[in-house]
């Protein structure tokens, strides 16, 4: 269990998605993200051998926030880190983000790495304070708004 902040005396763990999540990150895709993902395109990211899943489920069993990770080879690509905006800047993301890290050591990947929007500045702060690295950028990636994303990686080998 991780203790959260002051201002917000909750609990949470981090746990591996499963079907009965799924309801839940729909909605919080829905609330974070311009071109949330569809209910089977989260379904197809639940843990295997080539994804890895993972929310921050508070003591009353909801969601808070989740990383999806989908691995080839020694090669982990983050899809989508989100945070419900209410529990927002506790440390959740950060929980997620280590977790993911420690399970992509695991599994003996050398890097992991994920696009971000260019403005979204707290996002950037957090992968950089995570050991992540800016090594590229994608011209036009996004979509509402169109907007160049920044290729992020933190090599692990």
């Known amino acids: 269990m991780t203790s959260l902040s002051r201002r ?3 609990h949470f ?7 009965e999540h799924i309801d839940e990150i729909e909605e919080l895709e829905k609330l974070c993200f311009s071109l949330p993902w569809s209910r ?20 009353d069993g ?4 989740y990383v999806g990770m989908m691995y080839v080879l020694d090669e982990g690509y983050i899809s989508n880190v989100a945070v419900s905006p209410e529990h927002r800047r506790l ?6 983000i280590s977790a993911l890290v420690e399970k992509a050591n695991k599994k003996e990947l050398s890097f992991v ?4 929007r260019k403005s979204n500045v ?7 304070k995570n050991g992540f690295s800016e090594v590229g950028l994608r011209k036009n990636y ?8 920044i290729l992020m990686t933190r090599f692990l080998k």
């Open 8 to 10: 917000h005396p909750m």
């Open 13 to 19: 763990e981090i746990a591996d998605v499963t079907l």
């Open 40 to 59: 089977q395109a989260l379904i197809s990211q639940l843990p295997d051998d080539m994804h890895m899943f993972i929310a921050a489920i508070d003591d």
């Open 62 to 65: 909801r969601v808070l926030g």
């Open 91 to 96: 440390g959740i993301a950060d929980s997620l």
């Open 113 to 116: 790495t994920l696009e971000v």
């Open 122 to 128: 707290p996002a950037i702060e957090l992968y950089r």
């Open 142 to 149: 996004y979509a509402k708004p169109t907007e160049d994303a």
